[in-house]
């Protein structure tokens, strides 16, 4: 194909689409949302932002990933250009300008406490499903956003992607906005306080920055562990942390890992983020996936039947968002070609994403479950004995290795006890032997691997 057949507006325009899937909501919110397409100078496409600043944090943070998927589209493209076009409206939450960045008075009447720009109205307690994996997270919120007291301080939620740390903070602010009016509340991304302090270092606005964020009732910050490894930015964390604790003003902080799972943090922070109640959201449950689809299809007020909510809730394991966005494809889909939603539509929509959500067996599973089986010790599995009752549910278990997994007879052998592969072979080969004639053991087998799979 010519390099100059490919309409590359058009292409911006796919990805534009795109990017929050991307990206995320933060990267997409706060940076990306206000990209604009410029022109296409034939292998080079530039692209727009209204502010030098956004142009450098999309430069360094964003555009490497960006110009790879604009070449899955379009392979003649060896360069993304971002340049600043003041034309452009800015279009992130960032608000345009932070109080801190206005000397004149006028600016400062801005009500300091209405941050509900960036807080999405979906996420509130009344929207928060709860079960037994994030009952502790929830009602530690609840509790920090009912009472004016400090308990405990900070709040620090942790929990995988997409388990509902983001929507538990802003159930607060928007609880606090709602019936404490006067309270100054500051939400915000760890990465994005860190904008924030480069900006405030590169403008001299240090002391502004300190006072502003040292002046609130409570302070959220999102997705700490963005911080990790960026010592000047977790310095003035670490001050702004200590000054609100002795003011006994509340902070409630945010993470993928516990303060003592978390790499590349100062000792002194790690003990001080660890003080008050550290609560995790676990992975959630069938019933938590369950309930989540029925409070959104009841609010939605679209019928879907029992028996696809239930596929989705057990297929779609691996979080909450992407459990929605599957919901959200099945009705577009019915919205967009119309029709009954039916078990079989769901597969053909969702293939991709339940083939993503297939649970990976491994070796280790097939051992634990094979020595279990046949009542042998798991390190039977590693062990150099040849007895008849071990070597058996062993070549059984590198039968299976074979079968379910991926891995190469090398792969499999060093797995268990370092064996060479030409005696996995021959297990294999015995075993598939053994099978034919042996109803019990293809009874076994079979078994076992209807378990593995499942
Ligand atoms: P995290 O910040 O932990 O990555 P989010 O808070 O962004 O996750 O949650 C991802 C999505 O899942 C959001 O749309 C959120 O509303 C939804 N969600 C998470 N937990 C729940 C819950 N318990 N009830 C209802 N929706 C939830
Ligand atoms: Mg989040």
């Known amino acids: 194909m010519n390099a100059h057949t490919y309409d590359q507006q058009a292409i911006w325009r796919d990805i534009a689409v795109s990017l929050q899937e991307i990206f995320g909501e933060n990267a997409y919110r706060g940076w990306l949302k206000s990209l604009r397409f410029e ?73 300091l406490n209405d ?36 308990n405990f301080n900070p709040l620090f939620l942790y929990g995988g992607v997409g388990l509902g740390k983001t929507h538990l903070m802003h159930a607060v602010a928007w609880h606090l906005h709602i019936h404490r009016k006067d309270r100054k509340v500051i939400y915000m991304s760890a990465e994005k306080f860190m904008y924030q302090f ?18 609130v009732d409570v302070l959220m910050i999102d997705d700490v562990q963005f911080i990790s490894g960026k010592e000047s930015t977790q310095e003035e964390f670490f001050h702004t942390f200590n000054s609100l604790v002795d003011q006994k003003k509340q902070i409630i902080l945010s993470a993928d890992k516990s303060p003592s799972e978390m790499q590349g943090i100062e000792e002194r922070m790690r003990s001080r983020l660890g003080w008050g109640l550290v609560a995790d959201i676990h992975p959630t449950s069938y019933e938590l996936r369950l309930g989540i689809l029925q409070s959104k299809v009841e609010k939605l007020d679209v019928t879907i039947p029992a028996e696809v909510l239930e ?42 994403l339940l083939r993503a959500n297939e649970r990976h067996v491994t070796i280790e599973d097939i051992q634990r479950q094979v020595a279990e089986h046949f009542n042998v010790r798991t390190s039977d599995m590693h062990s150099p004995k040849r007895l008849r009752c071990v070597a058996r549910p062993r070549q059984v278990a590198m039968y299976l290795s074979k079968q379910l997994t991926t891995r190469s007879l090398p792969e499999i052998g060093k797995k268990f006890g370092g064996r060479d592969h030409t005696t996995v072979m021959h297990a294999v080969k015995k075993i598939e032997e053994l099978k034919l004639g042996d109803i019990s053991l293809r009874n076994d087998i079979d078994l076992l691997s209807r378990i593995l799979s499942n």
């Not at 899955?72 to 608000?95: F, G, Q, W």
């Not at 909450?320 to 929509?349: D, F, P, W």
């Open 39 to 111: 022109e296409d100078l034939g292998g080079k496409v530039v692209l727009s932002v209204p502010t030098p600043f956004i142009r450098d944090w999309i430069q360094a943070r964003y555009l490497s990933k960006l110009l790879a998927c604009w070449q899955e589209k379009s392979p003649d493209v060896h360069a993304i250009d971002v340049i600043v076009n003041d034309a452009v409206p800015v279009l992130t939450d960032e608000p345009t300008q932070a109080p801190f960045m206005m000397p004149d008075v006028e600016a400062r009447k801005a009500p």
């Open 115 to 150: 941050h509900t720009a960036g807080l999405d109205p979906r996420f509130t307690f009344e929207n928060f499903v709860v079960g037994k994996p994030n009952e502790l997270a929830y009602a530690a919120a609840r509790r920090v956003a009912e009472t004016d007291q400090v």
């Open 198 to 215: 480069i900006r405030a270092l590169r403008n001299k606005n240090i002391i502004d920055f300190r006072e502003y964020f040292r002046s």
């Open 311 to 352: 596929f989705l809730a057990y297929k779609i394991t691996s979080n909450i968002r992407e459990l929605e966005g599957a919901l959200n494809r099945i009705l577009a889909h019915v919205t967009l070609v119309g029709g009954k939603v039916s078990l079989e539509t769901t597969q053909q929509v969702l293939k991709d």
